[in-house]
C-alpha cells in the first residue's frame, strides 16, 4: 500500500497535480545561516505563497573571522568565521568588542537582526511560531530579545506570548526586554550559552499568540527583530546564530502545476550531486531520515542525532534519477521529491 501511494504521489508531482498537504509543524520559512545571509532560496522559501528576504543587521557586523588579542591581558580569542557549521558570527564590531555599553539602553533601539516574510498569495496566511538557535562566544552573559511588527515597526510592535528554551518556560514579558537575573518565570529572560567545542547553541521556541496563531493579510509583511547583548565589551564576545524557522499549523498548498513535488521539507541543494542536507526541527532520539525511489521502495535511511536541526544525508552510491526524501520524527512527517544528478 505505502508504495502504490508513493508512486502515485511522485507521478502526480511529476504532472504537476499536487494540490495540498496538511501540516501539523508546516516550515513556512528557514534561514539556516550557515554559508549567507541568504543560503538558498529553496530553503527560505519552501512553502507557496510565501515570499522571504535575506537576514539583514541594523548597525550590527559581521565576525572579522580573526583571532583578536585582548589589551588588558594579551590574551588571544577564538576565532570565528562569519559564516560556517556553527552558524552566523556578528558583534557590534568585526571584532567582537562594545557588545555591553553600546545598547546598554534596550533592545528596542538601534541595534537588530531582521528577518521578513510577505504574503504573496490572495488568502491570510497563519503563523504560529519563531524557533531559532543562538549563543555568545566567549562570554556566559549574553542575552537575547525579540519582537515583531505587521507595519515594519512603524506604527506597531508586539512581544511574543511566550517560549522555551533549555531552562524551561520563558517568561511572556521577557522577550521584549532583555530582562533581569530571576529565577522566577515572569522574570525569566533569554539567557545565551557559552558557546565552544563542546557547547553549543541553543534552541529556543517562541509563540506569536497564546492560541490561533498570527494572522498575515495578503500583501501584508511580517517582521521579526531580534537583539543581542553581551556583558563585556572586549573583543571576541561574539553572537551566534542559525537555523532561524518560521512554522505553521495551516494546511498549505505545497506545490502547483510549475512546482516542484515538494511538500514541506526544505531539503537542499535540489538538484543534488552527493550530499543533501536535511534542515528540520530539534530531532528526537526516534527522528530518521529516509529515501524512496519513484516505485516506492526503500533506498536509504538515517538516523537524525539527537537535538540537532539539520541532517546530512550521503546520496553518493544511488543512482540518478527522481526520488522521495522523507523526515519522520514522531507522529511528524514532511517529505520533499529531489533530483539526483
Not at 580569542?77 to 545598547?103: E, K, N
Not at 518556560?169 to 522566577?184: E, I, P
Amino acid at each position: 500500500m505505502k508504495k502504490n501511494l508513493l508512486s502515485t504521489l511522485l507521478l502526480l508531482a511529476g504532472l504537476g497535480l499536487a494540490e495540498k498537504a496538511a501540516a501539523q509543524t508546516q516550515v513556512f520559512v528557514q534561514w539556516p545561516l550557515k554559508r549567507n545571509a541568504s543560503d538558498s532560496a529553496a530553503v527560505r522559501r519552501p512553502t507557496t505563497g510565501v515570499t522571504a528576504g535575506a537576514a539583514t543587521f541594523r548597525r550590527y557586523v559581521l565576525s572579522n573571522g580573526l583571532a583578536n588579542v585582548v589589551a588588558s591581558t594579551g590574551a588571544a580569542t577564538t576565532a570565528y568565521a562569519p559564516y560556517s557549521s556553527l552558524g552566523q558570527a556578528f558583534g557590534t564590531a568585526a571584532t567582537g568588542a562594545g557588545g555591553s555599553s553600546a545598547i546598554s539602553t534596550g533592545p528596542r533601539r538601534k541595534w537588530f537582526e531582521q528577518f521578513t516574510i510577505t504574503n504573496s498569495g490572495t488568502t491570510p496566511l497563519r503563523v504560529d511560531s519563531l524557533i531559532f538557535s543562538a549563543g555568545t562566544a566567549n562570554s556566559a552573559n549574553g542575552r537575547a530579545a525579540l519582537a515583531y511588527s505587521l507595519s515594519g515597526f512603524a506604527t506597531d510592535s508586539a512581544d511574543f506570548a511566550g517560549g522555551k528554551g533549555p531552562g524551561g518556560v520563558l517568561g511572556a514579558a521577557a522577550n521584549g526586554s532583555f530582562g533581569a537575573a530571576s529565577t522566577t518565570t515572569a522574570a525569566n529572560p533569554i539567557v545565551l550559552p557559552n558557546v565552544s567545542a563542546t557547547t553549543p547553541t541553543s534552541t529556543y521556541r517562541m509563540a506569536f499568540l497564546s492560541s490561533g496563531g498570527l494572522s498575515i493579510a495578503a500583501n501584508a509583511t511580517l517582521t521579526v527583530r531580534l537583539y543581542f547583548r553581551v556583558g563585556s565589551d572586549t573583543e571576541g564576545r561574539y553572537f551566534i546564530l542559525r537555523d532561524v524557522i518560521l512554522k505553521s499549523q495551516q494546511a498549505v498548498v505545497s506545490a502547483t502545476r510549475a512546482g516542484l513535488a515538494s511538500t514541506n521539507l526544505a531539503a537542499y541543494p535540489n538538484p543534488v550531486q552527493n550530499r543533501l542536507s536535511v534542515p528540520h526541527t530539534a530531532a528526537s532520539r526516534d527522528a530518521r531520515v529516509t529515501v524512496f525511489s519513484t516505485t516506492g521502495a526503500r533506498v536509504a535511511s538515517f538516523s537524525a542525532q539527537p537535538g540537532t536541526t539539520e541532517t546530512a544525508v550521503d546520496l553518493s552510491s544511488l543512482g540518478r534519477g527522481l526520488y522521495l526524501v522523507e523526515y519522520a520524527d514522531g507522529g511528524q512527517r514532511s517529505s520533499a521529491r529531489i533530483t539526483k544528478e
